[in-house]
Structures are given as C-alpha cells and as structure tokens.
C-alpha cells in the first residue's frame, strides 16, 4: 500500500510513521507513505497556498491550483488509487470504511486547512471525503495519520498476528471483551477463573458474552450493525433484566390546555386507542411512569373505567401484556400535578421537554437530548405529548427544551400522538436490538 500525504506541514509525519507497527511495516516494504508539501507546487516566491473567498466571509480557502498540480503528479495511472479529502463534513470514518480503504493499492490523502479548499478539489479530484468525528481540528493532519494507521491494520503482514484486526474492537460491530495478564491476582482483584481451566471453547463463550456485554452497557448504537446469532440475542435479553442502563424518563399524554384547528384553546376526549398504544411503547422503552393530563370529570370516569377493566377487571386475566402496560398509566388533573408527584418520587423536578409537529428556534436533536437522559446525572425527564393541535402556548413558554419534530423525506406533517410517541421514544431509548 501506498499512501501519498498533501500537506502545508510535512514535519507532522516525522514522529507519527516512525515507530511501532508502521515503522515496521515501512521496513518490510509493505507500506510506503510518503508525504509532499503543497507550497512545492505553488508558482509564486511566497508559496502562498491560500486565499480570500469569493463573495467575502471570514478565514482563508486552500486554492485549486497548488492542489491540483499535486494530485495531478502524484496519482498513479498504473495502481488502484484513491483520493480522500479530510474535511468535517465528510463521511464518518469507521472500522468498515478503513477495511474498503485496505483494498486499495494507493491512498492520496488531502489535508485540509484553513477554511477548507476551493470547491472545485471535491468536484474535480476527490473520490470520498471523510471525517473522523464531530469535533474541530486545525488541520486534517491528525485525520490523516488515524486513516493511515487504521487503514494499514487491514494489510496483509502488517501485524505480526494474522488474527489480530478479527480479534479487534468493531471487529463483527462489537467491543473487545475483558483481557488479562500475569499476574494471577493484584490487589484482591483476580482473573476470571474461566481464563484459567485451558478449556477453550468454555473460554470462547466467556469472551463472546463480555463482549455483548461490554458493547451493550457503553456502546449499545453498535448493537444495531453487529452480526449477531440467537444465543448472542439471549445473553442481551438476560442483560436487559440485570444490566440495563439506569434513566428516568416520564411522559404525560396532556388533554388540556391543547389547540383545536382554529388554534382555541380547548379540552381533547380520550381516546381508547392513544392509551393503549403509548402505553404498549411505554414499557417497551422504559419509561417509568405514563400520566394522562384530563381535568374533565366525565372523561375521568371513563379512563378510570377503562385502566380498571385491564388492570383490575376481566381484561387483567384476558390479556396479561395489555394489563402491564396499562398499569403504568396514571391520571392526573394538571399537569402540575405531574410535576409535583415526579419531584416528590425523585427528589428534584423534572426536565420537560416538549414536542410538537411544528418547528421553532432553538429546539434540541434526539442524540442531544439522549446524552442529557442517558448522562451521568441522571435527572428526571417528563416528555409532553399534545393532542388536538398541539400544546398551548403557555406550557411551550414554560419548558426546559424543546423537541425536534418528527420528519421524513417528504413535508407531510400529520403523525397520529400514537405513532408519534413510539417514533420518538426509539430515537430517545433504542438499544438498536
């Protein structure tokens, strides 16, 4: 493999290429990274490799000439060459991508700076853009080096083990299980006895659940792309009864104050289908308690009429699932009751955050609002779902965040609360399995 590295600042590569694996890989002749100053291919005395952007703005662009002329020497018309740009707003690199990347016989790989570079590099000369993750960095140089490292794994004889990159974290989707070393015990800690008995097949097993295990307690997005057989499935179900992350998240379903379709304010019905539905994802995904906001006395009797009967009655008997779901509803007159019953459980108030179909500024994204949830503070959350249309004004005003919409690919923006409600809490609570 080799790997050709524009760059204003060459003397990066010094230190990262010159020891460990790479080095050796250098040496076998397995790899060759080389890498090339863009200011070598500039036409001026100063070397200048940038400029003003077209239409004003602040900072500087790479300029096409410089860079062109690079690739332009350096691609190889006799091997299968790629060229890669880094830049933030590529592809997110990945332990799949870097095993595409190994099946290629040259990798040109731009640095970028500055502002970025002249449009008309991506149009002209780059293949795939990539990022190694949300973050700024003043320079793709630090990309760069992590691309050639992971890239390299993935090639034959560069790691003295053959196995090694199988053996590897994301190896199958998943993290690495548990290893250990001499000696035996230190500090009352010891190894696994499994790792122990020389019984490898009991040894294999051991490995495959930590790893499940490991994955699904700090990783559990990747369970959604790992490969995965039915005895894996059994070992994340026995983890969701023992193991599960701890989070408090509460959702009210609020009947009033809501808007009619002439934006009044107004008190919804009950609807028997909404409960039972959002009730079922509920429990599904978690959720501690689902409170119905009715202040209507009539229509409190009927909900009251309707838990009992699933709950209490000859529903509880007829339908055990349905019974379970259901009892996690509550009803509540207002929705200040539900504030006070959460901070009286909880022992603070609750984060709301409120949903509605129709955008606003400054509202929050579903991984955003995840991290708050699934973060180490563990605060309580209430979520608000509207019915009618929507939640009035005052409840929107007095809100900790405000939620994203629901959206497709289309402008269609007329969910049912139901679907609603178990689109958002997959996005919140998903363990992708």
């Not at 600042?9 to 010094?14: A, H, I, L, R």
């Not at 062109?68 to 997110?92: F, H, M, N, W, Y």
Request: hydrophobic fraction near 35%; charge should be negative.
């Amino acid at each position: 493999m080799r790997y050709d590295i524009l760059t204003i600042f060459p003397e990066f590569f010094e230190s990262p290429f010159s020891f460990g694996i790479l080095k050796k890989a250098q040496e076998k002749g397995l790899l060759d990274i080389q890498t090339h100053d863009i200011r070598e291919h500039t036409e001026d005395k100063h070397k200048t490799v940038d400029d003003t952007p077209y239409g004003g703005g602040g900072g500087m662009l790479m300029k096409i000439a410089p860079l062109a002329s690079a690739i332009e020497d350096i691609k190889s018309t006799s091997r299968k060459s790629l060229v890669v740009l880094t830049t933030p707003d590529g592809e997110k690199f990945s332990d799949k991508m870097a095993r595409e990347l190994a099946e290629y016989e040259q990798i040109i790989i731009i640095c970028g700076r500055y502002e970025g570079v002249d449009e008309r590099i991506r149009e002209l000369y780059v293949d795939r853009e990539i990022s190694i993750g949300d973050y700024v960095l003043s320079g793709g140089e630090n990309a760069a080096s992590v691309i050639v490292e992971s890239v390299s794994r993935f090639i034959p004889g560069v790691l003295g083990n053959a196995l090694s990159p199988e053996n590897d974290s994301f190896n199958q989707g998943l993290l690495e299980h548990p290893q250990y070393t001499r000696p035996e015990e230190f500090k009352e800690s010891k190894v696994p006895d499994v790792l122990l008995s020389g019984n490898h097949g009991e040894i294999d097993e051991w490995r495959r659940k930590e790893s499940i295990k490991r994955t699904f307690k700090k990783r559990p997005d990747m369970l959604d792309n790992a490969i995965l057989k039915n005895e894996d499935i059994e070992v994340i179900k026995k983890l969701k009864e023992t193991d599960s992350p701890t989070f408090k998240l509460y959702i009210a379903l609020i009947h009033y104050p809501v808007y009619n379709n002439r934006f009044k304010i107004i008190t919804t019905a009950f609807t028997n289908l909404d409960v039972h539905d959002i009730a079922r994802s509920a429990v599904t995904y978690g959720v501690k308690s689902f409170y119905l906001v009715q202040p209507n006395l009539e229509q409190q009797k009927l909900v009251n009429r309707v838990l009992k009967h699933w709950t209490e009655g000859e529903g509880a008997s007829f339908n055990k699932s349905r019974s379970e779901a259901l009892n996690l509803v509550a009803l509540r007159n207002t929705l200040e009751d539900v504030a006070l019953e959460i901070e009286e459980i909880e022992g603070e108030k609750p984060v709301t955050i409120v949903t509605d179909a129709r955008s606003a500024d400054n509202m929050i994204g579903f991984e955003g609002l995840r991290e708050l949830i699934f973060s180490e503070e563990q605060k309580p959350y209430l979520l608000l779902l509207g019915t009618g249309w929507g939640l009035a004004q005052e409840i929107m005003e007095r809100a900790d965040y405000r939620l994203k919409p629901v959206s497709g690919y289309t402008n269609y923006n007329h969910l049912s609360v139901r679907s609603a409600a178990a689109i958002i809490l997959d996005r919140l609570l998903s363990c992708k399995i």
